[in-house]
């Protein structure tokens, strides 16, 4: 009877830990081993563990069984076997081997950078104003080189260029940043990156690499348990 408590009490302490520090884990789990698309992996909840499988509630409330191969001997081994479960569906799908969750906001050069392309698109945007004989007009006209007709044609022309580039760069971070580091398209966080790499473009790629060695040394000084 004793038995039985103590295994109930560890099944429970499994569960809720895995539910609150490691929905990613349960989230790969189920797009490897289940393989459910992205949108269905969501907010994974983990229901039970038994000796030979977890349980795993998808995003759409249907529970997916997921087996141990082969099954633990005892709850003892449960850490060591989620984790290189893990491991084996991060390779699988192509994902780093730690997640970053957060956004790091422009500082620094980096926003010098985030105002200056600001500043452009609304130069661009208030062009329809720039005309003959306005404000806006006599003003560029005094300081811009060549004066505001030049203004005009520069900003008109490089327009293209740089929404291309910025584009660009945006699909380039969601490849290689955002996919592989756990950054769900469409979530809070990802908007905040996309948003930031369209006005400032490579300096968002530099930030979000610091965060990744800052991420891994974390894991390194505690011995790979604190992904």
Partial sequence: ???????????TRIVN?????HQREL???????????EWRVAQPVMKDISLDNLTIQSTDGATHLIPFDPPMNSFSEARNRVVEMDK??????????????????PRGVDVLVFGAVVFYYVCFFTLPWAVE???IWA???????GGAGVYRWVVK????????????????????????????AGTGVWWKWMGSCFFEGYPSFRRFDRLVAEKRG??????GKGR
């Fill in 139 to 145: 003003f560029w006209d005094a300081v811009f080189p």
């Fill in 27 to 37: 989230a790969n789990y189920l797009r490897h081993f289940c393989k459910l698309p």
């Fill in 1 to 11: 009877m004793a038995s039985a408590s103590v295994e109930a009490a560890t099944r």
């Fill in 218 to 223: 974390l894991k390194e000084t505690k011995g």
């Fill in 88 to 105: 084996t569906a991060r390779k699988a799908l192509g994902l780093a081997d730690v997640d970053i969750t957060v956004y790091a906001a």
């Fill in 157 to 184: 022309t490089i327009f293209v260029p740089v929404l291309g580039i910025h584009l660009t760069e945006m699909a380039i971070l969601h490849r290689t940043r955002m996919r592989p580091y756990g950054i769900v």
């Fill in 133 to 135: 004989g306005s404000p």
């Fill in 17 to 21: 830990h895995m539910n609150k520090d």
